[in-house]
């Protein structure tokens, strides 16, 4: 069964509940709704669980540029003392303490950046297969709608 026939199923299951007098609510039979809801995540497109997937992968990318980068930084503090010790090229090595500090900060956040527009621009064509998916569920029930009249 694919997606729109276990919406389907499930809003036939909700319509024939019977309706509790003076209040609105429908009894239905719980068992049904969720095997009904168990099959639909069964056959959720791939895309939709590859968005799960996007969104921890990003959240790693970005654990391992903060660890790089302050690991770049601990290397160059560490040279940079090393470097102050030798007073005759004390100078250079603030120079090159500073340059190494920058690289690194430009580097950690250029990865950062550019995971965020990866992760941003898949969950965007995620976002854009539901909209369309979801803009068909609409018309589908518009359409089963206008069949009731």
């Not at 895309?47 to 660890?67: F, H, N, T």
Request: aromatic content about 4%; charged content about 35%; overall charge negative.
């Amino acid at each position: 069964m694919t997606i729109l026939d276990l919406l389907d199923a499930l809003e036939d299951e909700l319509e024939s509940g019977n309706t509790m007098p003076f209040t609105g609510k429908v009894l239905i039979d719980r068992d049904v709704c969720l095997d009904i809801i168990r099959d639909i995540r069964l056959n959720l497109p791939d895309e939709i669980k590859q968005s799960e997937w996007i969104k921890s992968e990003k959240q790693r990318i970005l654990m391992d540029a903060q660890r790089e980068a302050e690991l770049m930084l601990k290397e160059a503090e560490q040279h940079m003392k090393s470097l102050i010790e030798e007073n005759e090229i004390t100078q250079q090595a603030y120079q090159q303490s500073r340059e190494i500090i920058e690289n690194a900060q430009n580097t950690a956040k250029e990865i950062r950046l550019g995971a965020r527009d990866y992760a941003d621009a898949l969950l965007g064509e995620v976002e854009g297969y539901i909209q369309k998916q979801l803009d068909i569920l609409i018309e589908n029930r518009n359409q089963l709608k206008s069949m009731k009249k």
